[in-house]
């Protein structure tokens, strides 16, 4: 026996879907525009994860471009004899594609695009039945023509494994629980006791986020939707309940035939939250054909008890991220905006410390900067990194960011003005660059702190042992989901850049660590 905390991965992990192999479970999550792209992580408990990489870790697999909350949308992990594939959108670039894999830690086959005029729509799911076959499950605009924002429905096709195309007729399957139902999207197909079961989310990804589920005995007819829909939702207990916005589920059964259910949903502080959407766990019983998610709660628990023997990891997940860089390959936490790639970063050019080589790429613009972040896990909590920098001109920067999108963001960097070094706290907020604070310093050789809760923030700068307070009470409302918009939560990240004018200078990180307080 073993207990879950929820979330069981905290920060923006959202969209999850889960697979089992044995007594080995498989999870993955959306990405957007950061890159690498669809972390995968592993548990033998459910309540203890490590991540075995990204799916998506190489240019050729993600073309991604623009906003941060576009891109790798919605993937599905499904696992056929001995065969692991991934499914998901790029909405950036190329729709749905698929990438399979023998080994679940990769590497990963280059991508198989089905063609965004053969599977039109976002959220694509795998179903292997009895007989082998494979299936398609999507959601697509009504193709009647869309009546209102949100008319969409869920279609299934055959899917040839061998040509990695559609073939067949499609045919629409379900379009929502409830009337005139908006965005009916994640689903995913089962099969149990005779039936085909299809979970989805409906009602968009926002307070009004819920959980339903219809079944039928033939895949392609029109199914039937539980009586008891929406099977799960938080949209009635309040916009003041501490977790909200639950939805977009993935269903899966342990080796002695207990279900569980993975979904998305959110933590907010005084209202807001820059966590974005996270990962939570609930038991799933079934009772007269139907699934119950949580009996007799009907709602998410802090605590989940799993009749599954404890399993640990020598490198798990946890609410602490700290970086040191004596290894040559950069950990799986760090993601760059839309590549990740050794043209900006290196590990070698000074052993035992992260180069960012600055480059004219800035981060308040879309592209690609030379960033390096990590999720966001909690709000009150302690970010801080050694960093060893020397402007050589005023347009040269680095530090440390809280990353949002491009338009809401905060910068903490060394910057020179008129031959003095400053150490510089800049909120940019809906694309405005706000001038906070500025502190001169010496050199550029020092440790940037930032210090949060509550949706505030003090920032601090510690030389010879000395730490200085630079700013304090900084609002970090306007990097909420709630006043920025998107998808994603927020990234902590160490940041270069030469600001539209080449440059061979860099900057040198000692360390860098984010962990709960």
Excluded at 260 to 273: E, I, N, T, W
Aim: glycine share 8%.
């Amino acid at each position: 026996m073993v207990i879950a905390n929820n979330p069981i991965l905290k920060g923006f992990y959202p969209d999850p879907s889960i697979c089992r192999k044995g007594d080995d479970f498989y999870l993955v999550c959306s990405s957007f525009v950061y890159a690498p792209g669809v972390p995968i992580f592993h548990t033998k408990d459910l309540a203890h994860f490590e991540q075995i990489g990204n799916i998506l870790d190489r240019e050729s697999q993600l073309p991604l471009s623009g906003d941060i909350s576009r891109g790798i949308f919605a993937p599905t992990i499904r696992e056929h004899n001995g065969i692991f594939y991934m499914i998901t959108t790029n909405v950036s670039s190329g729709g749905n594609f698929i990438v399979t894999a023998k080994d679940p830690a990769g590497p990963w086959s280059e991508p198989y695009y089905l063609g965004e005029d053969e599977a039109p729509g976002i959220d694509p799911s795998l179903f292997f039945d009895d007989d082998g076959k494979c299936y398609y499950v999507g959601t697509r605009p009504n193709p009647e023509g869309v009546r209102y924002n949100g008319d969409w429905e869920i279609w299934v096709q055959e899917l040839d494994l061998e040509q990695m195309k559609l073939v067949g007729s499609s045919m629409a399957i379900w379009k929502g629980a409830l009337k005139d139902v908006i965005w009916p999207e994640g689903p995913h197909l089962y099969k149990k006791d005779g039936y085909y079961y299809l979970l989805h989310a409906e009602a968009g990804t926002s307070f009004e986020h819920a959980i339903s589920v219809a079944r039928s005995k033939e895949l392609f007819k029109w199914f039937e939707g539980c009586p008891r829909n929406p099977i799960f939702t938080h949209r009635n207990l309040g916009k003041d309940y501490p977790v909200c916005n639950v939805g977009h589920a993935d269903l899966v059964d342990d080796i002695n035939g207990n279900w569980y259910m993975v979904m998305l949903a959110s933590r907010p502080c005084k209202g807001k939250c820059s966590l974005g959407r996270e990962t939570f766990l609930a038991k799933v019983i079934w009772e007269d054909g139907w699934p119950v998610v949580n009996p007799g709660v009907g709602r998410l628990t802090d605590e989940v008890e799993i009749d599954l023997p404890e399993y640990r990891f020598s490198k798990e997940i946890t609410t602490k991220d700290k970086m040191t860089f004596e290894e040559t390959v950069l950990d799986d936490r760090f993601v760059g905006i839309e590549r990740r790639n050794e043209d900006f970063y290196s590990l070698t050019d000074n052993p035992g410390f992260l180069r960012l080589k600055l480059r004219p790429e800035a981060i308040e613009n879309t592209g690609n900067p030379s960033y390096l972040g990590i999720r966001q896990k909690t709000h009150s909590f302690r970010a801080s990194c050694g960093l060893k920098f020397t402007p050589a001109k005023d347009n040269e920067c680095a530090g440390m960011v809280l990353f949002q999108n491009n338009e809401n963001h905060l910068e903490l960097l060394v910057v020179k003005k008129k031959d003095k070094l400053q150490f510089k706290v800049g909120p940019v907020i809906k694309g405005t660059k706000i001038r906070l604070a500025t502190f001169d310093i010496s050199s550029g050789d020092l440790e940037i702190i930032l210090e949060a809760a509550n949706q505030l923030a003090n920032i601090y700068i510690k030389k010879n042992n000395e730490k200085i307070l630079v700013a304090e009470c900084i609002d970090l409302s306007p990097y909420t989901t709630e006043e920025s918009g998107g998808f994603v939560g927020c990234t902590i990240g160490l940041y270069a850049s030469s600001n539209g004018k080449a440059s061979e200078n860099y900057c040198d990180y000692s360390y860098f660590t984010v962990e709960e307080v």
